[in-house]
């Protein structure tokens, strides 16, 4: 397929043209040198656009029903709201392939056919964070093209979440009923994180149950230090099946919203995530350059092979390698 030029990129993005756009987020998630100039001027002329929509996070345990949950919510969002909304939905790779595990757009049925939504399937290829390794472009260039609400579906709790939070207004964690023992196996980390909760699957004979659940996730909340951002993350039940509760956990992130833009702590964050974006791309380009060098290169599979029979220990190894770049 013939390369777009940078004023072809730059127009149809702004334009909302969804071929454009889908094309521009290939370009942007491509490892191709010869890509990578053209989409950083893509992602420098664009940047001006950028900033006006609601990032928000989501994950959960997997079986949660964090599809069926999004694809509800893009769906309170356009009819009952009249708004937009992207989703960026990480599917899992294989761990032997890299490939995506898991179909394009078939759990989202509702969303796939609306024209107000775009929705952007990207393997995650093994990227820490449950996130793919360019969603922030991904995130900028959706709202460049006139996206206002922007989700994040994560692979899930398995990994560490830290990059979802660092890219993202709101982290909202999705749970099932049962609460006692999946609250002794909750991670402190994610609860430190999150910015609201909303109980899942709250239908039927399942909702005294969500209930109970509600009570002791909110409970549990309340044992850790006030954030100092002064919002105080609340939990909500709902179902993503019968559509209950969804338009109350849009209110919950609106209100977050309000809070944050009148305090300042928006700005404050986002700049945050601005410096920690910058951090991840220096690194991910010395990791490139790293293991581009000729020396490197050469040596990197027989050490990593010595490494993995015992017959070189990772310091040494590590030691060894670095040595051959310096140089």
């Known amino acids: 397929m013939r390369r777009l030029s940078l004023q072809h990129y730059i127009d149809g993005v702004l334009a909302a043209d969804r071929v454009v756009l889908a094309r521009a987020i290939t370009l942007i998630e491509s490892d191709l040198p010869a890509d990578g100039d053209l989409a950083a001027r893509l992602l420098d002329a664009l940047l001006p656009r950028t900033g006006g929509g609601l990032r928000v996070g989501i994950t959960g345990v997997p079986g949660v029903g964090k599809s069926t949950f999004i694809d509800a919510l893009g769906m309170h969002l356009i009819r009952d709201r009249g708004e937009n909304v992207a989703v960026l939905s990480v599917d899992p790779s294989s761990p032997i392939s890299g490939g995506s595990i898991l179909g394009d757009k078939t759990r ?46 994560t692979i899930g709790v398995g990994q560490s979440e830290t990059a979802v939070r660092s890219m993202t207004d709101f982290f ?5 009923a049962g609460a006692g023992d999946e609250l002794q196996g909750m991670k402190r980390g994610i609860i430190e994180m999150i910015d609201g909760m909303a109980i899942n699957k709250a239908d039927g004979d399942n909702k005294p149950k969500a209930e109970r659940a509600r009570v002791e996730y909110a409970g549990a909340l309340h044992l850790f230090p006030a954030s100092p951002d002064g919002w105080t993350p609340r939990v909500l039940t ?58 490197v290169a050469a040596r990197l599979p027989l050490v990593e092979e010595e490494v993995r029979l015992g017959r070189k220990t990772p310091f040494a190894a590590s030691r060894e390698l670095l040595a051959l770049f310096q140089h």
């Open 108 to 153: 989202m049925e509702r969303l796939a056919v609306e024209e107000s939504a775009f929705i952007r399937p990207s393997p995650a290829r093994g990227h820490l964070g449950g996130v793919a390794r360019r969603t922030r472009e991904t995130m900028l260039i959706c709202e460049a093209a006139g996206y206002r609400n922007v989700l994040v579906e």
């Open 172 to 176: 909202l964690l999705l749970m099932l």
């Open 238 to 295: 709902c179902s993503a099946v019968e559509g209950c509760g969804i338009a109350d956990v849009w209110q919950m992130v609106k209100a977050h919203r309000e809070l944050m833009e009148g305090n300042g702590w928006l700005a404050r964050r986002r700049n945050l995530q601005s410096l920690a974006w910058m951090q991840e791309l220096v690194a991910m380009s010395l990791d490139g350059l790293f293991r581009g060098n000729r020396a």
